[in-house]
């Protein structure tokens, strides 16, 4: 069953990743005097509402291999598969960082392919999840503003909604949204997770004057030398 407890500790996990995915978009330099309050300032400038993915048009859905835009890129085989789905409008400006990525990835045993994917529904794209799972897939990276699942944790309470990724790890539970105002407000069947999942969300940043093409790429850039042993994680820690 989908409890307070355990729904709180998959919320704050995820809300954990989101402030050390913060910490890492931004330069080295921003993180050697990164400070718990400049990430705890990243967390209260968000208004609530931006988290609908704001440059998130609703449309038609779209996903489509990005080979078919980009020809350096690989497709993935067999074995320990990863889905990388980007922004349509974000493929181009990062694809030699992705072509990195996914030399850096295959290089530790994992083969990956990516898409790029526009519009749709969050129902949509976890169907999508579901059949690359099927096939294989063990964790997903999500780049861009890609549809946000919203649940309705306390209904009663004007706040009581908050987003959660884990309705695209959850692959076989059942998701219910009783009254259909597209916040789930059940969580039942199989509810632990299938797959994992990561979601670099840079449009609700703001960082000098870089753009989100600038922010994802820096990320990755700083992820091919921690992968390479060129850039280590501090010993420190955020808890609370
Ligand atoms: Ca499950
Ligand atoms: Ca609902």
Do not use: C
């Not at 990516?114 to 976890?126: A, D, H, M, V």
């Not at 059949?131 to 780049?143: E, Q």
């Amino acid at each position: 069953m989908f409890t307070r407890g355990n729904f709180l500790s998959k919320i704050i996990i995820q809300f954990i990743f989101i402030l050390l995915f913060s910490s890492v978009f931004a330069d080295k330099s921003e993180v050697q005097r990164a400070q718990p309050v400049e990430m705890q300032s990243f967390n209260d400038n968000q208004n609530i509402e931006t988290w609908e993915a704001p440059g998130f048009k609703p449309g038609t859905f779209v996903i489509e291999p990005a080979d078919s835009k980009v020809n350096n890129l690989k497709a993935a085989t067999t074995g320990s598969q990863i889905i990388i789905i980007v922004e349509s409008n974000l493929l181009m400006s990062i694809w030699s960082s992705l072509s990195q990525y996914q030399a850096d990835l295959s290089n530790e045993g994992y083969t990956s392919s990516i898409y790029f994917s526009s519009g749709g529904t969050k129902e949509q794209l976890r169907d999508t999840l579901i059949g690359f799972w099927n096939n294989g897939m063990i964790g997903a990276l999500f780049i861009g503003d890609l549809p946000i699942a919203w649940y309705n944790l306390f209904p009663s309470e004007p706040d009581g909604r908050l987003p959660t990724d884990h309705y695209y790890r959850d692959l076989d539970g059942i998701w219910g949204d009783a009254d259909a105002d597209d916040s789930l407000d059940s969580h039942t069947g199989n509810t632990e997770g299938d797959i994992w999942l990561g979601r670099l969300l840079p449009s609700p940043l703001t960082y000098g004057n870089k753009s989100e093409h600038d922010l994802i790429n820096n990320y990755f850039r700083k992820n091919h030398d921690y992968r390479t042993g060129e850039l280590s994680q501090p010993n420190k820690a955020l808890l609370y």
